[in-house]
């Protein structure tokens, strides 16, 4: 069944849909080679290196390396509905990239499914097609015409990302409409009263559970798995034990409702949080490890499950994966994390220790650095980050438009 929503797309399949994957000037000077692209010059620890892949995106966001060796990249396009579209960077032709699909409704995450059908994160549902057929198999799986009632595409955080459990069953953040259940005029919540978006079964800032049946690939059902999370858009199982794992986007301005707070910089952490059934995390009556938000003072977190680890205040986390490849061994089985956030925690991807069940733990050490604006290099601001069939690490960054690729160093 194809969609006829709102988030249907096009196949562009003439010539002038093939470009080159450089085409539009690279913010970076690029120096020498990393594994046969060119070289960025980053920090990275020795024998890894970052290279780049493709530049010119306008606002790339998912990515999802093949098995043959291409690379999706998911490009919103910007905050504009229907702007979006995504595309394939052929390996074969030097990555040369091809539009797949176009005049999606901001699209953000991408995933492979169980059944090989691509997924893809819109605003108000889940699309998915066969990759070999793109036009003639897209579909929608949550929202549009699927039956399945969509999710919200109002307010601050309408993007969705998803990822399939160990249980076949598929995972989708639902992101809050507001910083911190302020009100359209910008008033502080009443903090007698609970926040509203933040309760019941419809409730945002929270994850679905979307119980799929295979090999039909239907969902029977869906129920909200966990609340108390702002913004859920880092998402990661754990391979061997199945352990969900968010990353937590905090929330923004604290610094404006407790007195003699100058600024937000070192407050609140951003978290990670291992997610169960039935558990409510802090957002928006607490923070960090039990802190009751100014604008709920008597707020009882005790009631609400504390993060796992405290991140960086703004380090701003949107992607992650567990690293289960052989061609960074000093990596397998480390949880590694792309940090966005502008200020002065992100623009870096860090690497954490894992228990036996997959729960980070320690400090994190630091795969790519010195990623701060200089000559011949911008910002970096990763965005989604997977691994490829041949052990590589493949990153979006949104701010500057580009695919990199953390490689061996030859």
């Known amino acids: 069944m194809r969609s006829t929503w709102l988030f249907m797309s096009v196949l562009i399949g003439s010539t002038a849909s093939i470009m080159d994957a450089a085409e539009g000037a690279s913010p970076y000077t690029t120096t020498g080679r990393c594994d046969g692209l060119p070289k960025v010059s980053v920090t990275t620890p020795t024998g890894v290196c970052v290279g780049l892949l493709a530049s010119g995106f306008k606002f790339p966001r998912g990515v999802l390396p093949l098995d043959d060796g291409d690379v999706m990249v998911v490009d919103m396009g ?4 229907r702007r979006g579209s995504l595309w394939l960077l052929k390996k074969a032709s030097g990555y040369q ?11 953000h995450g991408i995933v492979l499914g169980p059944d090989g059908r691509i997924y893809v994160g819109v605003a108000g549902g889940v699309v998915r097609f066969d990759p070999a057929r793109p036009q003639q198999t897209l579909a929608a799986l949550i929202g549009g015409d699927s039956g399945i009632e969509g999710l919200p595409t109002s307010g601050r955080h309408p993007l969705v990302n998803m990822v399939f459990g160990k249980d076949g069953n598929l995972y989708v953040n639902v992101g809050s409409g507001s910083d911190n259940c302020e009100g359209p005029a910008q008033r502080a919540p ?3 009263r609970p926040c509203a978006e933040a309760e019941g079964d419809h ?3 929270a994850i679905r559970q979307y119980k799929m049946r295979w090999p039909q690939g239907t969902i029977a059902g869906w129920t ?8 859920s858009v880092a998402l990661a199982v754990h391979p061997q034990s199945g352990l969900l794992l968010q990353a937590e986007n905090s929330r923004d301005n604290i610094h404006r409702h407790i007195p003699g707070m100058e600024t937000d910089e070192e407050l609140p952490h951003d978290e990670l949080n291992v997610v169960e059934k039935g558990v409510r995390y802090g957002w928006p009556y607490c923070y960090d490890e039990g802190k009751a938000s100014p604008e709920y003072p008597r707020a009882d977190c005790l009631r609400y499950r504390a993060p796992l680890l405290l991140l960086p205040a703004h380090a701003a986390p949107l992607g992650m994966t567990y690293y289960s490849a052989s061609l960074f061994p000093q990596l397998r089985g480390k949880l590694i994390v792309g940090y966005h956030g ?4 992100g623009h870096r991807v860090v690497v954490f220790d894992v228990d036996a069940g997959g729960q980070p ?3 994190a050490a630091e795969l790519v650095a010195g990623w701060d604006a200089d000559e011949g290099r911008p910002l970096g601001a ?8 041949d052990g590589a690490i493949y990153i979006t960054e949104d701010r500057n438009g580009t695919v990199l690729r953390i490689g061996a160093e030859q």
């Open 78 to 81: 910007g905050w504009t509905p």
């Open 97 to 107: 990239r091809e539009r797949v699909l176009d005049k999606l409704d901001r699209p």
């Open 190 to 192: 009443d903090p007698k």
């Open 203 to 205: 409730a945002r800032g």
């Open 224 to 231: 909200t798995l966990a609340s108390g999370l702002r913004n």
């Open 342 to 345: 502008y200020r002065k925690a």
């Open 361 to 363: 733990q320690g400090d």
């Open 382 to 389: 990763p965005t989604d980050l997977k691994i490829g069939g």
